[in-house]
């Protein structure tokens, strides 16, 4: 699947995510992305629409404690960044 535009670069922001520790916040995806927080919500959204990213009520730090909302990786999205990462496009 080929991504453009904003999602595209939102869909980025996974690539520093371990498979155990995906789901990260729009402020997040916004930071390691570089773009507006505004066109993160619309472009994660998209994301997940596709099947590549799955909205979470909690997350978890390392150390087992809740840590808010926020988005991850699907084994769709998983395998489209882990491909991506292993031909050096992401």
């Given at each position: 699947?080929?991504?453009?535009?904003?999602?595209?670069?939102?869909?980025?922001?996974?690539?520093?995510?371990e498979p155990d520790f995906d789901v990260i916040s729009f402020s997040t995806?916004?930071?390691?992305?570089?773009?507006?927080?505004?066109?993160?919500?619309?472009?994660?959204?998209?994301?997940?629409?596709?099947?590549l990213t799955k909205f979470y009520r909690t997350s978890w730090t390392d150390?087992?404690?809740?840590?808010?909302?926020?988005?991850?990786?699907?084994?769709?999205?998983?395998?489209?960044?882990?491909?991506?990462?292993?031909?050096?496009?992401?």
């Open positions: 699947m080929k991504l453009v535009g904003y999602e595209a670069k939102a869909f980025s922001a996974w690539r520093e995510t995806v916004a930071k390691r992305a570089e773009i507006d927080r505004k066109k993160v919500r619309r472009a994660v959204r998209g994301l997940a629409r596709k099947g150390d087992g404690e809740p840590h808010g909302a926020g988005y991850g990786l699907t084994p769709e999205g998983r395998a489209l960044i882990d491909a991506d990462l292993d031909s050096g496009e992401a």
